[in-house]
């Protein structure tokens, strides 16, 4: 079974309000994730990563650079690249009425969706996104992911008539992630499947101990209900599975210090695909060419216990934060 590691990269600012005053230290925040303790945010990620001779995939937000500049995308691009990582093509489109140079005619308000744009919108924004990272010297993208995964088949449209073959914005999770009726019908919604020559990676999900179906995310779920949910997909004879993280998900939320519980989980997953290497490797897109036609392979399932521990430590993650 292969695995996609990947992380959504973007940078935040405290407000829309002082997006100029609140940017260097956001940058840096989101970036690099700097505290007395070293800097979490990529350098880490990647550091572990390459520690545990894993591959990630960096799905890389441009946008914003439309703003700011492209040296501070550049920054982005050369730290992932350096590190022998692939970058795929990223979009949260609020950035869209923030831009020095119109992205887009007459956008004067705020968009958070890649869904609230028409298909002619979309295609331009993501082939604004190609330039950009263009411009930052970065490797030509071939997958895309709609930031807060909000996608529609104009996205769809949209990242095939930009010459992309994948696409990793449908999340069955998320009620922005509105494929609409391109899935298999004998197909569930969380496997690789082709239309029109785009080749579409949902994002993995499984069913927790207590009967919930959540999405795979290293910052929402427990290190065991993830490990337990990639060895019952390696069971259920799973093809692809798809695990999120972020940027910066090794920081406490608002704060500039490392996020003991997240890092911890982060670790042991990491040293967990390392030792079972031979049945689930963690690949890239470059990596990626036949799949199998889509079936009805159900979910993996976790134990109590695993979910269980996730509630005990999301509650110690509140007492120290």
């Not at 990626?288 to 159900?298: E, Y």
Request: overall charge negative; hydrophobic content about 40%.
């Amino acid at each position: 079974m292969n695995v996609l590691f990947t992380f959504d990269v973007e940078v935040w600012c405290n407000s829309w309000d002082t997006l100029d005053e609140d940017f260097p230290a956001s940058f840096d925040r989101y970036v690099f994730g700097r505290s007395d303790k070293g800097a979490y945010a990529l350098p880490k990620i990647l550091d572990t990563l390459n520690k545990y001779h894993l591959k990630g995939v960096f799905f890389v937000e441009p946008l914003f650079a439309a703003r700011f500049g492209i040296e501070y995308l550049a920054i982005i691009v050369k730290l992932i690249q350096d590190a022998g990582q692939e970058i795929q093509l990223h979009l949260h489109p609020e950035w869209t009425d923030e831009a020095r140079e119109a992205l887009l005619e007459n956008v004067t308000s705020k968009r958070q969706h890649l869904t609230q744009y028409n298909a002619d919108e979309q295609k331009t924004l993501i082939k604004h996104g190609i330039r950009l990272l263009d411009e930052a010297g970065c490797t030509p993208p071939t997958a895309f992911r709609a930031g807060s995964f909000s996608c529609n088949q104009h996205t769809f449209a949209a990242v095939t008539e930009n010459g992309l073959k994948f696409d990793s914005s449908i999340n069955p999770q998320m009620e922005e992630s509105q494929p609409g009726d391109i899935i298999p019908v004998k197909a569930n919604p969380y496997e690789v499947f082709t239309r029109n020559g785009l080749t579409l990676i949902p994002m993995s999900s499984f069913c927790d101990g207590f009967g919930h179906n959540r999405h795979a995310q290293i910052g929402a779920c427990s290190a065991h209900e993830i490990t337990q949910a990639l060895e019952d997909a390696v069971r259920k004879q799973w093809h692809t599975f798809v695990l999120l993280s972020h940027g910066f998900e090794l920081m406490i939320p608002g704060r500039n210090l490392p996020d003991f519980f997240v890092e911890q989980r982060f670790t042991h997953i990491c040293r967990f695909l390392a030792a079972n290497n031979s049945i689930m490797p963690t690949v890239d897109f470059s990596d990626l060419s036949g799949f199998p036609d889509p079936g009805n392979t159900p979910l993996p399932t976790v134990g109590k216990l695993a979910t269980a521990r996730r509630y005990a430590e999301q509650a110690l993650r509140r007492l120290y934060q």
